[in-house]
């Protein structure tokens, strides 16, 4: 039985294939203020704002491509079981071919109605207003913004409990309850932490490995530390 490999990914990742963060120095999301785009007081305060924002994230998304890091993962998949629980909100993973994806902060590619979280549709092109649900509801993006809960929390835990392997790669562990995951692994569970810029991780008993490079080096590193684990079995 193949050992089970869950991954935790940032923005880190994703911005090796030209996707911005607004966790940038400039602490602003493609020239945005966060708390205009990506909280419900937002999008009380400026429906079109947020919508013209998200809209054009979903073209850029489109001009953009998996990198060598996505690629390693789903190559992965042909020696472990591999979960990827991913912060990100595009869909590189699954166009890398990864098959097991979780989005914890929701989707670019998805819509869902102001009423009903559970309706939730398939969108590929702009959204604007007078875009309904099936009920007369406006829709609006299946982003999980601040202040928001995060519906696939238990279900990532739930995962993150599995692991034989736990993975961190391009993410600050600033933003939870996604950083808290790696609390949820047992403590012999060996975890790897790739990222250029590493910080100390609080209140961890696992052994930590760290890896202090750019995702796509890294995971390329974590590929053949995990493959010579296996084989010294």
């Keep these: 039985m193949k050992k089970k490999l869950v991954v935790l ?9 030209g996707i911005k963060t607004f966790r940038d120095s400039d602490g602003l999301w493609e020239g945005h203020d966060v708390m205009e785009v990506a909280t419900p007081e937002g999008w009380q305060k400026n429906q079109e704002l947020v919508l013209d924002f998200y809209n054009k994230r979903r073209q850029q998304l489109k001009e953009v491509e998996p990198n060598l890091g996505h ?4 190559e992965l998949e042909k020696d472990f079981d591999v979960y990827i629980i991913t912060q990100n909100v595009d869909d590189l993973h699954e166009r890398a071919g990864s098959s ?9 590619l998805k819509v869902r109605s102001t009423k009903n979280r559970d309706l939730i549709l398939d969108w590929t092109d702009d ?3 007078g875009d309904l649900d099936e009920n007369g509801h406006q829709l609006r993006p299946h982003i999980v913004w601040f202040g928001e809960d995060v519906p696939a929390l238990e279900e990532a835990i739930a995962i993150t ?7 961190v790669i391009g993410t600050s562990l600033q933003v939870y309850p996604a950083a808290g995951l790696i609390g949820y692994t047992y403590s012999i569970t060996p975890v790897f932490y790739i990222d250029p810029k590493p910080i100390a991780i609080p209140n961890i008993r696992n ?3 760290t890896i202090a490079k750019f995702a796509s080096e890294g995971v390329a590193e974590l590929r053949d530390k995990l493959l010579n684990l296996e084989k010294a079995k």
């Design 161 to 167: 409990e599995t692991a034989d392997y736990f993975a």
């Design 127 to 129: 959204l604007i207003t």
């Design 207 to 209: 052994k930590v490995e």
């Design 71 to 74: 690629i390693i993962l789903a």
């Design 100 to 108: 097991k994806v979780l989005h914890l902060h929701g989707e670019l």
């Design 9 to 17: 990914t940032g923005a880190g990742i994703s911005a090796e294939s």
